[in-house]
């Protein structure tokens, strides 16, 4: 089951390169037919877009690799630094359009609305759409940050295709061309604030953030449910790392039981908590009870 989850997170990230080669192709034609420069820049985020694809690939790839010697908790992690090297080049690209865009508004040029060069366009950014979709839902599903931070990215580049094909339009119908060099500018911005959004967001988990309030909770609840025999629960502590989730507690024990028994109550403990929480790694430190600090998780 999880040799086939990979393939899958790996088959949509291969899946991502295809696609950004063919709206590539689409939006650079139609930049050319056009000549318009709010159309190269969305091109050029396309070309983001490719980049950004390959980083996940490569992110997926080396998350799935299992745990060894080097990193005896795993490679989850590469996932992380990937966002953060997307939002790198996607701020990049930003800076590079808004040089574009600010010699074409001191300098403005005509453009050509060609009908067939804005299709191209319209149809590159519904391949985008149906894409971005399949990126985020196999991303939510799978835990995968990379191809969550493509699905996302997509989202915004199709946002903003939509918005400069509508400024194209009212250039040519007003004849203000310097509109042109305008919505390439709200491109650029747009392309930058989601970029921030990856690298904060990546920067989080890197810093090893704890679960979200929720499924603390969970996790605390199950813990007292199904501890039956001990005490109590105490200095709970979890990360997120990927699609791996790392739980840690000490466990108060009577004094008097015997390591079999207080192995059991682990086990069970363990058993429960993996199937509320995949891909779950659980460390518990069993302690005598005058080690209790009446202040953690009440065992039911």
């Known amino acids: 089951m ?5 393939n899958l997170a790996v088959r949509v990230a291969i899946g991502s390169l295809v696609v950004g080669v063919v709206v590539l192709g689409l939006k650079g034609y139609a930049a050319y037919a056009t000549g318009s420069i709010a159309l190269f820049s969305d091109a050029l985020e396309s070309i983001v877009n490719l980049v950004t694809s390959v980083v996940a690939l490569v992110a997926v790839r080396l998350a799935a690799r299992p745990a060894d010697a080097n990193l005896p908790y795993g490679y989850h992690k590469a996932e992380y630094f990937s966002a953060v090297v997307i939002g790198i080049f996607i701020g990049v690209a930003a800076i590079l ?9 001191n300098n403005p040029q005509p453009f050509d609305a ?3 060069g804005l299709s191209v366009s319209l149809l590159a950014t519904v391949i ?43 250039a040519v119908v007003t004849g203000f061309e310097r509109l042109d060099a305008i919505l390439a500018a ?3 911005v747009t392309i930058l604030w989601s970029g921030w959004q990856l690298i904060r967001q990546s920067i989080v988990g ?13 996790i605390r609840e199950i813990i007292s449910a199904s501890a039956e025999g001990a005490i109590e629960a105490h200095d709970i502590r979890t990360r997120q790392a990927g699609k791996m989730t790392f739980i840690d507690f000490h466990l108060v024990v009577p004094g008097t039981m015997s390591v079999d028994t207080a192995h059991a109550i682990c086990d069970s403990i363990e058993a429960k908590l993996r199937e509320a929480v995949t891909h779950a790694q659980i460390t518990i430190h069993v302690e005598p009870e005058y080690k209790a600090k009446h202040s953690g998780i009440v065992v039911v």
Do not use: Y
């Open 97 to 105: 359009i808004l040089e574009r865009a600010w010699e074409g508004f």
């Open 128 to 170: 985008n759409l149906g894409w971005g979709w399949v990126l985020l839902r196999t991303g939510k599903r799978e835990q995968s940050v990379s191809l969550e931070a493509d699905g996302r990215h997509l989202m915004t580049d199709v946002l903003s295709t939509v918005a400069v094909l509508v400024g194209v339009l009212l």
């Open 206 to 218: 890197l810093m090893d953030a704890a679960v979200e309030p929720g499924l603390l909770e969970r």
């Open 114 to 116: 060609d009908p067939i």
């Open 186 to 188: 709200f491109v650029a």
């Open 2 to 6: 999880k040799a086939s989850s990979e």
